[in-house]
Protein backbone atom coordinates (compact mmCIF):
# COMPACT_ATOMS: atom_id res chain seq x y z
CA UNK A 1 0.00 0.00 0.00
CA UNK A 2 1.70 3.70 -1.14
CA UNK A 3 1.06 6.19 1.25
CA UNK A 4 1.54 9.80 -0.16
CA UNK A 5 2.77 12.17 2.36
CA UNK A 6 1.70 16.28 1.71
CA UNK A 7 3.47 19.22 3.01
CA UNK A 8 4.08 23.05 2.30
CA UNK A 9 0.56 24.10 3.59
CA UNK A 10 0.17 27.36 5.96
CA UNK A 11 -1.66 30.85 6.76
CA UNK A 12 -0.77 33.36 4.34
CA UNK A 13 -2.13 36.39 2.84
CA UNK A 14 -4.31 36.91 -0.34
CA UNK A 15 -1.72 37.31 -2.93
CA UNK A 16 1.08 35.41 -1.27
CA UNK A 17 2.56 31.97 -2.46
CA UNK A 18 3.15 28.78 -1.32
CA UNK A 19 4.19 25.10 -2.81
CA UNK A 20 3.19 21.95 -1.69
CA UNK A 21 4.99 19.04 -2.33
CA UNK A 22 3.74 15.29 -2.00
CA UNK A 23 6.15 12.20 -1.51
CA UNK A 24 5.80 8.49 -1.41
CA UNK A 25 6.95 7.23 2.03
CA UNK A 26 8.10 4.03 0.62
CA UNK A 27 9.18 3.10 -2.82
CA UNK A 28 6.50 3.03 -5.34
CA UNK A 29 6.43 3.75 -9.21
CA UNK A 30 7.04 6.98 -10.64
CA UNK A 31 4.75 5.72 -13.20
CA UNK A 32 1.46 7.16 -11.88
CA UNK A 33 -0.35 10.15 -12.74
CA UNK A 34 -0.46 12.33 -9.87
CA UNK A 35 -3.60 14.98 -9.05
CA UNK A 36 -4.21 17.61 -5.96
CA UNK A 37 -7.44 17.66 -4.97
CA UNK A 38 -8.65 20.08 -2.01
CA UNK A 39 -11.93 20.23 0.26
CA UNK A 40 -12.89 23.66 2.18
CA UNK A 41 -15.59 23.66 5.14
CA UNK A 42 -18.98 22.64 4.29
CA UNK A 43 -17.87 21.84 0.06
CA UNK A 44 -17.23 18.62 -1.86
CA UNK A 45 -13.69 17.85 -2.31
CA UNK A 46 -12.91 19.22 -5.84
CA UNK A 47 -10.01 18.39 -8.66
CA UNK A 48 -7.44 21.09 -8.66
CA UNK A 49 -4.44 20.02 -11.10
CA UNK A 50 -3.13 16.38 -12.35
CA UNK A 51 0.15 15.71 -14.28
CA UNK A 52 0.89 13.03 -16.36
CA UNK A 53 3.61 10.43 -15.26
CA UNK A 54 6.31 12.01 -17.87
CA UNK A 55 4.88 15.57 -17.27
CA UNK A 56 3.84 15.88 -21.15
CA UNK A 57 0.35 16.32 -19.98
CA UNK A 58 -1.27 18.51 -17.46
CA UNK A 59 -4.85 19.56 -16.57
CA UNK A 60 -6.27 22.50 -14.49
CA UNK A 61 -9.51 23.40 -12.94
CA UNK A 62 -10.28 26.60 -14.08
CA UNK A 63 -10.15 28.74 -11.37
CA UNK A 64 -6.73 27.98 -10.81
CA UNK A 65 -4.91 28.17 -14.31
CA UNK A 66 -2.62 31.00 -14.54
CA UNK A 67 -1.99 30.54 -10.82
CA UNK A 68 -1.31 27.31 -9.82
CA UNK A 69 1.53 25.15 -11.82
CA UNK A 70 1.48 21.43 -11.20
CA UNK A 71 5.20 19.50 -11.68
CA UNK A 72 7.41 16.72 -10.81
CA UNK A 73 10.56 15.23 -10.28
CA UNK A 74 10.55 12.06 -10.61
CA UNK A 75 14.14 11.29 -9.86
CA UNK A 76 12.64 12.53 -6.40
CA UNK A 77 9.62 10.63 -6.79
CA UNK A 78 8.17 14.03 -5.77
CA UNK A 79 4.93 16.43 -7.16
CA UNK A 80 4.54 20.21 -6.16
CA UNK A 81 1.89 22.12 -6.61
CA UNK A 82 2.91 26.21 -7.01
CA UNK A 83 0.08 28.18 -5.63
CA UNK A 84 0.70 32.00 -6.69
CA UNK A 85 -1.80 34.78 -6.25
CA UNK A 86 -3.73 32.75 -3.55
CA UNK A 87 -6.97 33.83 -3.00
CA UNK A 88 -9.42 33.57 0.35
CA UNK A 89 -11.53 30.72 -1.70
CA UNK A 90 -8.33 28.84 -2.13
CA UNK A 91 -8.66 28.05 1.68
CA UNK A 92 -8.98 24.52 1.81
CA UNK A 93 -7.52 20.90 2.78
CA UNK A 94 -5.26 19.96 -0.37
CA UNK A 95 -4.68 16.29 -1.22
CA UNK A 96 -2.35 14.71 -3.21
CA UNK A 97 -3.38 11.28 -4.91
CA UNK A 98 -1.75 9.09 -7.22
CA UNK A 99 -3.32 7.01 -10.48
CA UNK A 100 -2.10 3.21 -11.54
CA UNK A 101 -3.30 3.89 -14.43
CA UNK A 102 -2.15 7.27 -15.70
CA UNK A 103 -5.28 8.65 -15.86
CA UNK A 104 -5.81 12.18 -15.68
CA UNK A 105 -9.33 12.55 -14.46
CA UNK A 106 -11.29 15.15 -12.27
CA UNK A 107 -12.62 12.41 -10.67
CA UNK A 108 -11.28 11.69 -7.21
CA UNK A 109 -12.96 8.00 -6.75
CA UNK A 110 -10.42 7.14 -10.08
CA UNK A 111 -7.47 7.40 -7.81
CA UNK A 112 -5.74 4.87 -6.37
CA UNK A 113 -3.64 6.71 -3.47
CA UNK A 114 -4.22 9.65 -1.31
CA UNK A 115 -2.26 11.37 0.93
CA UNK A 116 -3.64 12.70 4.56
CA UNK A 117 -3.81 16.18 3.63
CA UNK A 118 -2.68 19.72 4.17
CA UNK A 119 -4.27 22.39 5.45
CA UNK A 120 -3.93 26.17 3.02
CA UNK A 121 -5.59 29.19 4.86
CA UNK A 122 -5.54 32.23 2.82
CA UNK A 123 -6.46 35.13 4.68
CA UNK A 124 -7.97 39.09 2.93
Known amino acids: QVQLVESGGGSVQAGDSLRLSCAPS????????MAWFRQAPGKEREFVAA????????KYLDSVKGRFTISRDNAKNTVYLQMNSLKPEDTAVYYC?????????????????WGQGTQVTVSS
Open 26 to 33: GRTSSRYA
Open 97 to 113: AANRANLLDIAGHLYDY
Open 51 to 58: ISWNAFIT
